[in-house]
């Protein structure tokens, strides 16, 4: 999880900070989540937004390599949108 969400940070500049433990992670960002979250539930991903600007992600503990991938896949997606 951790080196999916650093190489999202490397490709998009939107995303300020990576940070988290176990698999509770959140990426902050430079601007408001929400259009993030919303693009993210339209894809079938569901995330949300603490604090205006900071992408909560809370996987299930018996989440695969490939609903990971997925996941981050749909993230990537909707991150193009900032």
Known sequence: MQKGLSQLQDKFPAI???RGLGLMWGLELDQEGAPVVGACRERGLLINCT????????????????????GLGILAEALVLL
């Open 16 to 18: 300020k900070e990576v």
């Open 51 to 70: 604090q205006g600007n900071v992408i909560r992600l809370l996987p299930p503990l018996i989440v695969g390599m490939e609903e990971l991938d997925r």
